[in-house]
């Protein structure tokens, strides 16, 4: 196995996720793949280069162990992430290194955290979530698959933010008191409580990954 990374969509996240690998050091070779390949149109729109078409990602198995989707729409995230982990790609975590995660943070695959993130204890951040720059996901918080929480913005300690989510910037995610569970299968069973149940209890992570 390789330590060459493979980013699908050289558009302008595409550049956010290279500059963060880059900062981690532990990436051999960096590319790219758009369907802007062969198209002359990359110059002046803020593309980087690539060496193929998104569809080409079977071609390039044996030349990167790891691949990323950078493409904003959480749908089209969701489809490649799976068809790059049904093809044997390694997806990996970019964590840049000024962020701040606690050590009983999880985060699951595809997750990329910009520089002056502070994601606190105990909190979950789903697949192919984007975490930018200067917001705060704080302690016993669960942010669902393919959201994207934009720069400065806050989710609240205990919130829950269902998945493909976007947070604006400055924008807070306050908290519902809700009990949910979640199983090995990643189904979310979720139980209203605020009409019940003392702000501060009521939250069961069973069973989590």
């Not at 690998?21 to 149109?41: H, N, R, V, Y």
């Not at 000024?98 to 105990?122: C, D, W």
């Amino acid at each position: 196995m390789n330590k060459n990374l493979l980013i699908l969509g050289a558009g302008q996240y595409g550049s956010v996720i290279k500059g963060i690998a880059e900062s981690m050091e532990c990436f051999e070779k960096i590319d790219f793949l758009d369907d802007t390949f062969g198209s002359g149109e990359t110059e002046g729109n803020y593309h980087e280069q690539s060496i193929g078409k998104l569809a080409d990602y079977e071609k390039f198995i044996f030349e990167y162990s790891y691949a990323i989707c950078s493409i904003g729409d959480a749908e089209v995230r969701k489809e490649w992430t799976e068809k790059l982990t049904a093809a044997c790609y390694r997806i990996p975590v970019i964590v840049s290194p000024r962020a701040f995660v606690a050590k009983s943070v999880q985060l699951r695959y595809g997750t990329v955290i910009e520089p002056m993130v502070v994601i606190s204890e105990n909190t979950i951040i789903g697949i192919g979530t984007f975490v930018s720059a200067g917001a705060v996901v704080n302690h016993n918080s669960f942010v669902a698959d393919y959201c994207h929480i934009d720069n400065n913005s806050v989710v609240m300690s205990g919130a829950f933010l269902e998945a493909m989510k976007y947070v604006e910037p400055l924008e807070k995610v306050r908290r519902v008191p809700m009990k949910f569970t979640i199983s090995k299968n990643g189904q979310i069973k979720k139980e209203d409580i605020s009409k019940r149940t003392p702000v501060g209890d009521g939250y069961n992570f069973d069973d989590v990954m």
